[in-house]
């Protein structure tokens, strides 16, 4: 099968390219912001590509901070894969530095997609502090216990 490779990176920065309601510090008339450095709130980019793994099944490389900023670009990138590749689907979380509550509501979107296109969907390598909170949850038992099958869809 041909190697086919798509790498997205998206970093917000200022608010034009933050969503609704995240809190943006604008600065003081005058110049001065009055924020401490530390207090900067600047979103961490979200690397995204897929590959195609040696059983055939579709890779995804997730990479960054999966949060309120990224999610939603996340879960598209992830649909759009389902749609246009077909085959099982792997989230490769190795490269997560981060995921909240939105992130992790994401997660669950995309294997919601990938199930409605009959695909399986499972994460990969994910961080021990995220593999606690899907405990918590009961995620755990959805992520990283799957093992169905998928029909093969091709666009």
Known sequence: MPSRACEVTF???????????CP??????????GVAQDD??????????????PSGEVVVDLGGELDIVSAETAVSYV???IDHCGGPVVVDL?????????GLGALVRM????ERAGCEFR??????????????????????ASQATCRLVRA
């Open 94 to 102: 190795t490269a997560l530095a981060f995921c909240d509550a939105r």
């Open 40 to 53: 900067v709130w600047e979103p961490a980019p979200l690397n995204l590509r897929y590959r195609f793994g």
């Open 123 to 144: 994460l990969a390598s994910p961080r021990l502090s995220l593999v606690k909170i899907m405990r918590i949850t009961g995620l755990d038992r959805r992520f990283l």
């Open 24 to 33: 943006v510090r604008q600065p003081r008339p005058g110049g001065s912001s």
């Open 79 to 81: 649909s759009a894969v």
């Open 111 to 114: 294997a919601g997609y990938a």
């Open 11 to 21: 970093a917000g920065s200022g608010g034009s390219s933050l969503p609704p309601g």
